[in-house]
């Protein structure tokens, strides 16, 4: 069973379209990102007309300036929805700097707390920030499986400082890249059982579809890249893969019944 672990249903242009055509493409689980309290209360609304439609609640690093502990308290009362499977995205973006350092900081402070207080996962998001946020990490009271580095775009020896801490690590699109040799050569050699895919969608399409929006129904090209690095069958990758899903995401149902 494919599993899109992160994705922006609520970005794409047809949600509804977008979440039936990936059922039909045999994708049996999307985990769908808010990235504020607006977009994660619609998204779980969305989830519920859905089987296999999960999500992760909060506050995106680019919006961290909306952050205030009344908002907090919103996301408090909704960690514990039966469909809310893990915390973020959040992390630390100093690449566009759409919110302040400080707001950032703060920001991702307050959402690994809420992880914790509530025995979630939490998605991270860093670009051109990643020495800091391995010291945050770090210094924090993490447990064994804290959550996953989305969207991984580095090399192996950054991948081995997050693996190092428990942190699951997710490919997206990036990996088909032509230019992105140091990402396959990661989604190679980290270790099987703490590697997940996604599509990030509606960014980053991959190849053959690098350029139009993408859709959780593309995260098969992302899989099977990863599993031929790997020397496996589609089928024996994603299986791995849908139980690293399970382990990460214990809310997230164990049932093969599909999406719809």
């Known amino acids: 069973m494919l599993v899109d672990s992160h994705a922006h249903l609520l970005s794409l242009e047809d949600p509804v379209g977008a979440v039936s055509k990936a059922a039909a493409e045999g994708i049996g689980k999307i985990i769908s990102i808010g990235t504020g309290l607006e977009s994660s209360l619609a998204t779980i609304e969305l989830s519920r007309k859905y089987r296999g439609v999960y999500v992760s609640v909060g506050i995106h690093p680019h919006s961290a300036s909306s952050f205030n502990e009344e908002v907090m308290r919103e996301f408090e009362g909704i960690a514990e929805d039966p469909k809310v499977v893990a915390i973020g995205e959040t992390g630390l973006d100093y ?101 997940l895919y996604e599509t990030d969608s509606p960014y980053l399409a991959p190849v053959p579809q690098r350029g139009k929006p993408n859709e959780p129904c593309n995260v098969v090209y992302v899989a099977r890249l990863i599993s031929e690095l790997r020397g496996l069958s589609l089928e024996e990758f994603t299986q791995v893969v849908f139980e690293n899903v399970m382990e990460l995401f214990p809310k997230v149902s164990k049932d093969k019944d599909g999406l719809i």
């Not at 707001?103 to 992880?115: C, G, T, V």
């Not at 914790?116 to 447990?143: I, N, T, W, Y």
């Not at 804290?146 to 942190?167: M, N, Q, R, W």
């Open 95 to 195: 690449h566009y700097m759409n919110s302040p350092r400080e707001d950032q900081i703060r920001s991702f402070e307050a959402h690994m707390e809420l992880a914790r207080r509530h025995s979630l996962p939490f998605v991270v998001h860093v670009r051109d920030a990643e020495e800091e946020l391995l010291s945050m990490l770090r210094g924090a009271d993490l447990g064994s499986r804290p959550g996953v580095i989305h969207c991984f775009s580095g090399d192996y020896e950054t991948a081995k400082k997050y693996l190092d801490l428990g942190f699951f690590i997710s490919f997206s699109g990036i990996v088909t890249f032509k230019r992105a040799e140091e990402v396959r050569d990661a989604a190679a050699r980290i270790p099987i059982e703490r590697l």
